[in-house]
C-alpha cells in the first residue's frame, strides 16, 4: 500500500520557521516528481512547491520563493519542505503529492499528482 505521511506542522507565531517532512512506503519515488500543496479554508488547493526526481531542479509559487525550500533525500524516502520567515497567510492544510510519471516534469496543477498524503496543518499566527 503506497503511504505519503506529512509531519512536521503545527502553530507558530509570524517569522518562525518549520520543516515539513513526507514520509513515502509502499513503493519508490526516486525517479518521480514530488510536490508540496497548500489548502485553506475555502479556498482551492495550491501549488507551494516542486522538485524533480534527482533534485536537480525545482520551482516555486511566488508567494513563497526566497522563504521555502523543497529538497529530498531519495535513500530516505522523504521529501522536505523547509519554511522561513512564515506569515499568517500561510496558514493552511499542507499535502505533499508525487506523480506517477517516471522522470516526469514539475508541474503545478494537482490533477497531474497521483498520490497524496492526508496533510499536515501550519498555523501562523500575528
Known amino acids: 500500500q503506497v503511504q505519503l505521511v506529512e509531519s512536521g506542522g503545527g502553530v507558530v507565531q509570524a517569522g518562525a520557521s518549520l520543516r515539513l517532512s513526507c514520509a513515502t512506503s509502499g513503493r519508490t519515488f526516486s525517479t518521480n516528481p514530488m510536490g508540496w500543496f497548500r489548502q485553506a479554508p475555502g479556498k482551492e488547493r495550491e501549488f507551494v512547491a516542486g522538485?524533480?526526481?534527482?533534485?536537480?531542479?525545482?520551482s516555486y509559487t511566488d508567494s513563497v520563493e526566497g522563504r521555502f525550500t523543497i529538497s529530498r533525500d531519495n535513500a530516505k524516502n522523504t521529501v522536505y519542505l523547509q519554511m522561513t520567515s512564515l506569515k499568517p497567510e500561510d496558514t493552511a492544510v499542507y499535502y505533499c503529492?508525487?506523480?506517477?510519471?517516471?522522470?516526469?516534469?514539475?508541474?503545478?496543477?494537482?490533477?497531474?499528482?497521483?498520490?497524496w498524503g492526508q496533510g499536515t496543518q501550519v498555523t501562523v499566527s500575528s
Open positions: 503529492a508525487a506523480r506517477a510519471g517516471f522522470y516526469a516534469p514539475i508541474t503545478g496543477d494537482p490533477q497531474t499528482y497521483d498520490f
Open positions: 522538485i524533480t526526481w534527482r533534485g536537480y531542479t525545482t
